[in-house]
């Protein structure tokens, strides 16, 4: 795994390393550098293979992060690729030009995370949902339990008593500290 | 050109998501030229429960009940991967149990066995040969009796979790595994071989159909019995290895032709190499020992922030498991990559173009798709 | 295509004529599984209603819904199943702390109504009962951790021959550890006498914000620290943990926290209002009582005054606990908060006389903590003899810097934490001890890891020893004369000794140390005043505002209480802040009602 | 003592209740202790109880004796007697009932022993059957207030 990264660094810029396992590295690189990287791995290097593009929302960060995963299929091994991105009116570049595959992945994402892949072939098209007017669902700031609530009222008769309050309330817990206790 | 004319040249069609010929819920919006496909589009959604973004919202151990739904006939390749990417990214995993590991395999086998034997009598079925799939699916409850007696359940286990597993192996599980499931699986496969790969019928729609190029297979990542009826020999259990698959004795198994006779083929195949691993686990499974770690509190853990990927080799092919940890006691992210989001969706897309229409039906079972896998 | 090709698919006829797979569809003919996940049971009477099951369940299928009447160690709540959400994952199953939920291997059940599918195993009669078969709880597989993080003593060797602290404390990262075990479920909070917030607190230490531990702490309890080093932990005997393992180690996090801050008034984050300006509190007694009134009460702008007659606040973990238990400078720290917050303490001060009848005319309310000082004799022959001494006494002069001796042989008599105290400060002192008790070793009122400490220390207990008479020896030593007893059945109450007559052992000793109780004294107080307030035995009584039958004088602590531990005087101190300010108008008077159940319907 | 009948043995005794219900009413006036005045008026009281007993098993009623063997703890045996004195506490007046208790009971014992009379023994050891259930209910008390640590 060192020598494709040390071959990876010789030609781009990458921001951070970190070896998960023997057969799994991953890699950080900048926006702009994850096509040409990933270009150049598909017609240069064994890691031919795209098996996933993933997204994680850093809501706090105000960072989408995504993750392609390439693997070497003789080799047995593969290498994450994560670069990050503003969360406000998320673009990314496509990558479906190199593997047919990743038009579904970024039509799903565009629908899931609300991140756009310009010329994309399917970006707009429903992937899973169906006349969703919400915010894209999997962004982190769209609550569900809000969601359900709205959409599908709770079945009458469900009555809760949750212990812990219940137990300092008959026993007649106090706090002193705070006048509002 | 009439408009007679161009609706018997071009007719859309939805194939599903209510059709016998459909794997599980999911539909095709096809275009024909007279019976012949020219485009198909596949659409998903109809099993969409949000099991990933759920899993963000609940602690490590709540999530085991939801990954197992992700796939039916198939759901401890899920548990097993969610417990392994978490037990990776918490350390938990040099404290697994030689004997869990073993459990592991078996479940995962187990349930390889049970999916095969499913999907076999689905390549059949999808060609009317209704009686085929009654001999295999009894043949997986037989499988499914042995899973309710160890795991308390028939289709959704939930027994793989951290650690290990939930329970130990009931006295004498070997042997009715072998009596009870084993010989009468053996006993049918004779029997099923002459009605598939014998019959005339099968061999006409299935060799020469629905080929998958060899180009595509690593650009693509096709991966399970569609790559392997490649002639490549790609298999996650031997190019990944993990439980206890490196010190088991099997061979990939392989064949040529790319089609639907050879995809069922491979199955059939491994279908007996399951029988084969079963009784090899059995064998050297060790009697004594604890079957699970000793856990933290599975309502406080935490654990520490990282990325993984891990995978297993399903029935359909490479599964895996994207798991993004933050510190807290649940999952950043957990991404589901299924072999069905390739097979059924890409790969299908690609190989409609030309299919007869009668053959869509035995082509998508032939890639063996997952529906809740692509949604999940 | 051969015609073998051909022919094959017809082959499948032949199996036309062997046996169907298939089971007729009739309740019974198929049992599920003996480990199979069905409908679930649960023994009402073990379940102790810690809503662990509701809290795991990730469909939110269980309620926790009023049963019982809530007591000490169980919330009275039992679990509600909804199958229109459970997944059967039987996670409720393997978490349940107390062992009382299960689920039978049942799994067929025909209801035209709905509503029917949600009941409360265990309370609502059905068929699957007391099933032998289904997914029971297993041994080797727990998903709470029922190990607890060990704490670190000193090794006994070393510890009796120095006065340090036996008890290392956790480190911050056994402490996350150890609060990572907490499930939250409260019942602690019932079983506290100061109801303390104690999930809350834990659950601060788990995260790592100690800040906000100690504030939570403080809110209902100003000698944490304290108690962090020698709590009776009532808390810990109902943890739902400890049901099945050890129970949570509350008094050791609450001991790490305490211990982790030095200038308390910097850290905690009061916010009352001043509604005592100008009102005076005398404090009499600076116990733990005392001193919980006076903390409070002078964070509310109450010129609050303490006075004590030993020369160091702390009452009886002053005097009596011994250092290696709890330190002088954990003392002073609590102390130093007392002071910053403005309290005025009086020390070497003594009540006495007409002195009360002055403080309740200077002083706007009067709280008596003064405690149980007055040691309850042995009443045996040969008890005025010198080198026979009270623990009491004994436990007081080593503590406040006496030169204390006890020569090389003791024995202690009584089997309280005194008694303990006694004999381990005699061990220390270089003394063999034995301590003899008139009952069972299981019948001691002192904390099981005292005696276990004691023991490690080289302390001898002798059960069912009753002392008889103390003699003088022809070499100025002590013979002490005890015979043995039979423990024989009562009709009120636990067994009782009784002594084997014609038996009698002798054990020449230097020190007789007599620990079997002690009383109120109430000498100091007019006696027409302490008329209105005690009873015969000098117990206090006082109404729901810990107000005694005299206007103005409020009390607490050993005096009103019959468990005599630090937190029930705590306790009692709180009641009082409570009622003193509602004798003064403050705060309203409290209304007799039954508290609203709490309950959560939107799931 | 020479007794001549059993009517003449229950005045005796019930003299012997009298005194003490006097002797605990003079110490209630006595005691300084907050309460303590409460409880040897209750003592008197009990006495006054006992005394109603003692007549009613003249007038021909013997059910109000104990049936079967009481307990004796023996824990006043051993215990060194106390005078009261108006600074009395809570153990010294349990000592002192408890001492007096067995003092009664000593008395009906030997008078028992002293008969040669089975109808008289028999009342004597009912009478010391009863002083023995007083001195229990002190004893239980002692064993359960001033003993509990012990």
Same mark, same amino acid.
């Given at each position: ?181 | ?376 | ?603 | ?45 009990? $006495?006054?109880?006992?005394? #109603? ?5 003249? @007038?021909? &009623? =013997?059910?109000?004796?104990? /049936? ?23 153990? $010294?007046?349990?000592?002192? #009932? ?5 003092? @009664?009971? &000593? =008395?009906?014992?030997?008078? /028992? ?38």
């Amino acid at each position: 795994m060192k020598t494709i990264i040390d071959d990876i660094r010789a030609r781009f810029s990458v921001e951070w390393e970190h070896e998960q396992r023997a057969d799994l590295a991953q890699i950080g690189v900048a926006p702009g550098t994850v096509v040409p990287l990933l270009t150049w791995m598909k017609l240069h290097t064994p890691f031919v293979q795209l098996n996933h593009l993933s997204v994680v929302d850093w809501l706090e960060d105000g960072e989408f992060q995504l993750t392609y995963l390439l693997t070497d299929p003789h080799g047995h091994r593969s290498l994450m690729v994560c670069t990050r991105i503003p969360r406000e009116e998320a673009t990314m570049e496509s990558v479906h030009e190199l593997w047919p595959q990743a038009v579904t992945y970024e039509q799903e994402i565009n629908e899931m995370f609300g991140i756009h892949f310009p010329g994309s072939p399917r970006q707009g098209v429903p992937f899973i949902l169906e006349g969703w007017d919400d915010l894209p669902p999997m962004r982190r700031d769209f609550d569900t339990v809000a969601y359900m609530h709205a959409h599908h009222p709770s079945r009458p008769g469900r009555e809760h008593v949750d212990p812990r309050v219940y137990v300092g309330k008959v026993f007649g817990e106090r706090g002193y500290l705070h006048d509002d206790d | 050109m009439t408009t007679t004319e161009t609706l018997r040249r071009r007719v859309q069609l939805w194939f599903g998501p209510q059709h016998p010929g459909i794997t599980g819920n999911m539909s095709v919006q096809a275009w024909l030229e007279g019976d012949t496909l020219t485009q198909g589009i596949t659409h998903v959604g109809y099993l969409h429960r949000a099991f990933e973004k759920l899993m963000e919202r609940r602690k490590f151990i709540q999530s085991f009940p939801i990954v197992c739904r992700i796939c039916v006939p198939e759901p401890d390749t899920n548990e097993y991967l969610l417990a392994a990417a978490l037990e990776e990214l918490s350390g938990l995993d040099r404290e697994v149990p030689e004997k869990a590991l073993w459990i592991r395999t078996l479940v995962l086998e187990m349930s390889r066995l049970a999916a095969m034997l499913q999907v076999l009598g689905g390549h059949v079925g999808s060609m009317g040969l209704g009686v085929v799939p009654n001999w295999t699916y009894t043949l997986r409850d037989y499988v499914l009796d042995r899973f309710e007696e160890l795991t308390g359940a028939r289709v959704y286990h939930m027994y793989t979790v951290f650690g290990g597993v939930r329970r130990d192996l009931p006295e004498g599980f070997a042997e009715r595994m072998e009596t009870e499931v084993l010989a009468k699986i053996e006993a049918k496969l004779p029997v099923i071989d002459n009605a598939i790969f014998d019959s005339s019928v099968f061999r006409k729609r299935a060799i020469g159909v629905g080929v998958v190029p060899e180009e595509w297979a690593d650009e693509m990542g096709i991966s399970g019995p569609v790559v392997r009826a490649m002639g490549i020999p790609r298999d996650t259990r031997k190019d990944f290895p993990y439980l206890k698959y490196p010190e088991l004795d099997f061979e990939v198994v392989t064949t040529t032709g790319s089609d639907i006779y050879a995809r069922a083929w491979i199955r059939r195949q491994e279908i007996a190499q399951s029988v084969d691993l079963i009784r090899q686990i059995l064998r050297r499974m060790p009697t004594e020992g604890p079957y699970c770690a000793k856990l933290p509190n599975m309502l406080t853990w935490t654990i520490p922030p990282g990325q993984t990927y891990v995978r297993a080799e399903a029935s359909r092919g490479e599964m895996g498991y994207y798991v993004v940890t933050d510190g807290s006691d649940k999952m950043r992210r957990v991404h589901v990559r299924g072999p069905s989001y390739v097979h059924g969706v890409s790969l299908l897309e690609r190989l409609i173009p030309g299919t007869n229409i009668a053959d869509l039906s035995p082509l998508m079972v032939s890639l063996q798709t997952c529906p809740p896998e692509i949604e999940r | 295509m051969s015609l073998k090709n051909t022919l094959a698919p017809f082959s499948a006829w032949m199996q036309a004529f062997s046996k169907p797979f298939t089971v007729p569809d009739e309740p019974g003919v198929r049992p599920g599984a003996p480990r199979y996940r069905g409908w679930h049971i649960n023994d009402r009477e073990t379940c102790i209603g810690c809503g662990t099951c509701a809290e795991i369940c990730q469909n939110v299928a269980i309620d926790m819904v009023p049963v019982d009447e809530p007591t000490k160690g169980d919330s009275g709540l039992r679990p509600k199943v909804d199958y229109g959400r459970c997944c059967w994952c039987a996670l409720c199953v393997d978490v349940c702390p107390s062992g009382s939920l299960a689920m039978s291997n049942e799994y067929v059940w025909v209801d035209h109504d709905g509503d029917a599918f949600r009941y409360t195993p265990g309370v609502d009669e059905k068929p699957w009962d007391g099933a032998e078969l289904g997914w029971r709880k297993d041994e080797g597989f727990d998903i709470v951790d029922h190990e607890r993080v060990p704490m670190g003593h000193l090794d006994p060797e070393e510890r009796i021959h120095t006065w340090a602290e036996v008890v290392v404390g956790y480190t911050e990262e056994e402490a996350r550890r150890e609060a990572a075990r907490c499930v939250e479920c409260g019942l602690c909070v019932a079983a506290c006498p100061a109801h303390m917030h104690i999930p809350d607190y834990i659950a601060a230490i788990r995260d790592g914000d100690d800040v906000r531990a100690l504030n939570v702490i403080y809110d209902n309890n100003s000698m944490p620290e304290m108690c962090g080093k020698v709590c009776t932990r009532r808390c810990e005997s109902v943890c739902s943990i400890g049901v099945n393992g050890d129970p949570l180690a509350i008094r050791w996090l609450k001991r790490y926290v305490t211990e982790r801050f030095d200038d308390l008034k910097s850290v905690l984050d009061v916010d009352v209002e001043r509604v005592g300006e100008g009102r005076k509190i005398a404090v009499i007694g600076g116990g733990p009582s005392g001193i919980t009134v006076a903390y409070y009460l002078a964070i509310r702008g109450f010129e609050v005054t303490i006075h004590e007659a030993l020369p160091q606040l702390g009452g009886a973990t002053f005097f009596g606990i011994p250092k290696y238990r709890f330190p002088m400078p954990s003392l002073e720290k609590q102390i130093k908060l007392l002071e910053d917050a403005g309290v005025k303490i009086v020390t070497n001060h003594r009540v006495e006389g007409d002195e009360l009848r002055r403080m309740l005319e200077e002083n706007d309310a009067v709280f008596i903590g003064t405690g149980l000082m007055k040691p309850y004799r042995l009443g045996a022959e040969g008890e005025d003899l010198p080198g026979v001494v009270y623990a009491l006494d004994l436990l007081r002069d080593k503590n406040i810097g006496r030169e204390v001796e006890v020569g090389e042989r003791v024995v202690v008599v009584g089997g309280g934490n005194v008694a303990i105290d006694a004999a381990r400060v005699s061990r220390r002192l270089g003394a063999e001890v034995t301590i003899a008790y008139r009952r069972r070793i299981v019948d001691m009122p002192a904390d099981d890891e005292e005696i276990e400490d004691a023991e490690a220390e080289g302390v001898e207990i002798i059960p069912q020893a009753i002392p008889l008479r103390v003699e003088r020896t022809d070499d100025g030593r002590l013979d002490f004369v005890w015979g043995p007893a039979e423990m024989v059945p009562s009709d009120r109450g636990r067994p009782r000794p009784k002594l084997i007559e014609g038996v009698e052992h002798h054990m020449v000793v230097d020190r007789v140390i007599v620990a079997i109780g002690q009383s109120a004294d109430h000498s100091w107080m007019p006696p027409d005043i302490a008329e209105k307030v005690a009873d015969a035995k000098g117990w206090i009584t006082v109404d729901h505002n810990g107000m005694t039958g005299h206007r103005g004088i409020f009390a607490g602590g050993d005096l009103v209480n019959d468990t005599a531990d630090a937190i029930s005087a705590i306790a009692d101190g709180l009641r009082a802040v409570e009622g003193i300010q509602r004798f003064l108008g403050i705060l309203p008077e409290r209304e007799e009602t039954e508290p609203e159940i709490p309950v959560i319907t939107v799931r | 003592m020479q007794f001549d009948s059993i009517e003449e043995i229950l005045d005796f005794a019930i003299g012997k209740e009298m005194e003490a219900h006097d002797m605990y009413m003079d110490i209630a006036g006595k005691v300084k202790r907050p309460g303590l005045e409460k409880t040897f008026l209750e003592l008197a009281q009990m $006495e006054l109880g006992h005394k #109603a007993r003692l007549e009613q098993v003249k @007038a021909g &009623d =013997l059910s109000g004796f104990a /049936a079967g063997e009481v307990q004796n703890l023996k824990i006043s045996d051993h215990l060194v007697d106390v005078k009261p004195h108006p600074n009395m506490d809570y153990q $010294e007046a349990l000592l002192f #009932a408890m001492k007096a208790e067995q003092r @009664a009971h &000593d =008395l009906y014992v030997d008078l /028992a022993r002293a008969t040669s009379d089975p109808g008289l023994r028999e009342l004597f050891k009912g009478l010391a059957k009863e002083e023995l259930k007083h001195k229990l209910f002190f004893e239980t008390e002692y064993d359960d207030v001033i003993l509990e640590g012990n």
